[in-house]
């Protein structure tokens, strides 16, 4: 399980954190206000440290300084899955466009970039492809 560790006293808080490191895995630091960690077990008993698995409660969050408040919003932000319009669908699907194929740029006649060594200039043709061995 990932919890929120809140650092109440910045000063203490690598001894704080060394304390946590001893029963958890701490994985994120935001030092001297946050960190994450991953539990393995119960979480440990550290003085001077609160720790959350959900919501934050505002008056602990008005006592972080703002970079610590926008480390906590990340991390709740992340708790939530995402929810993306087609998500999982396949790039054909009803109501989907297919991805637009490459344009050629500039002016007609000149080279996109696009085309392989031997295609005439400015067809979009990509012409002869070089032999594996070249």
Known sequence: MEVLVVVQDPAGYDQAIEAWRRSATVTQE????????????????VPGTRWYTGAV??????????????FVAAWRDRQHPKQRIGDGLSWDAPGFRPPDPPRASGPPGESSGLESPGASPGSGSPGPLPDKDV
Not at 39 to 45: H, Q, S
Not at 57 to 70: C, I, K, N, Q, T
Request: net charge negative; proline share 20%.
């Open 57 to 70: 409660p505002p008056e602990v969050l008005l006592g972080l300084d703002p970079p610590a408040r926008l």
């Open 30 to 45: 935001l030092s001297p206000w946050v960190a994450l960690a991953r539990l393995d077990g119960e979480a440990p008993d």
